[in-house]
Antibody
Framework: QLMQSAAELRKPGASVKVSCQAS????????IHWVRQAPGQGLEWMGW????????DYARTLQGRVTMTSDTSTSTVSMELRSLTSDDTAIYFC????????????????WGQGTVVTVSS | DIQMTQFPSALSASVGDRVTITCRAS??????LNWYQQKPGKAPKLLIY???KLQSGIPSRFSGSGSGTDFTLTISSLQPEDSASYYC??????????FGQGTTVAIK
């Protein structure tokens, strides 16, 4: 399973870091994607990281503001988003990629419970 | 980027009805198409992967079909607990991962 950190409240311009701890499988074998959902909206892909080799890909719309890291000692992936605006208010989900050592061709078979991030002055 | 267009955006049907949701890709994604169900306040749940394969633990009333650019998700006999939003997702051309805009299914 994937267990995410608690809800966060930030002011505009600040940063937030959300964590996602994996258990029950070999952490380094499967990539982790981040997906967010603004209130009343659909799913938006943010990027992914391979805990195997720390390779990352980010959505073009977030390039320069987002960083994803992994820590194999704690089986945890983290996502940091900087220069927050009200448009970043959303639920942030981590999700496991179903294919080993890959970020494509598979599905998101295990999801975290979601972390609510609210950006407000 | 591959654009995913889902329709209808919302539908209302009665218990026992057959429901079909369509997802169209802007170019071929082969069979790398997945479907998710999401209930309010919850994480999405994988229903169908690789266009036609039923995820473990998902009721057999859910099925998927299609390849290339046109895909469908079918609920053969709608149940009250199927009231949710449904999303398609292509994993063929990554990055970026892309999702359909979602279909909300309501029970009459």
């Amino acid at each position: 399973q994937l267990m995410q950190s608690a809800a966060e409240l930030r002011k505009p311009g600040a940063s937030v870091k959300v964590s996602c701890q994996a258990s029950g499988y070999i952490f380094s074998d499967y990539g982790i994607h981040w997906v967010r959902q603004a209130p009343g909206q659909g799913l938006e892909w943010m990027g992914w990281i391979s805990p195997y080799n720390d390779n990352t890909d980010y959505a073009r719309t977030l390039q320069g503001r987002v960083t994803m890291t992994s820590d194999t000692s704690t089986s945890t992936v983290s996502m940091e988003l900087r220069s927050l605006t009200s448009d970043d208010t959303a639920i942030y989900f981590c999700a496991r990629h179903s294919m080993r050592y890959s970020g494509s061709y598979g599905a998101f078979d295990i999801w975290g419970q979601g972390t609510v991030v609210t950006v407000s002055s | 980027d591959i654009q995913m267009t889902q329709f209808p955006s919302a539908l209302s049907a009665s218990v026992g009805d057959r429901v079909t949701i369509t997802c169209r890709a802007s170019r071929s994604v082969s069979t790398y198409l997945n479907w998710y169900q999401q209930k309010p306040g919850k994480a999405p749940k994988l229903l169908i992967y690789s266009a036609t394969k039923l995820q473990s633990g998902i009721p057999s009333r859910f099925s998927g079909s299609g390849s290339g650019t046109d895909f469908t998700l079918t609920i053969s006999s709608l149940q009250p607990e199927d009231s949710a939003s449904y999303y398609c997702h292509q994993s063929f051309s990554v990055p970026p991962v892309t999702f359909g805009q979602g279909t909300t299914v309501a029970i009459k």
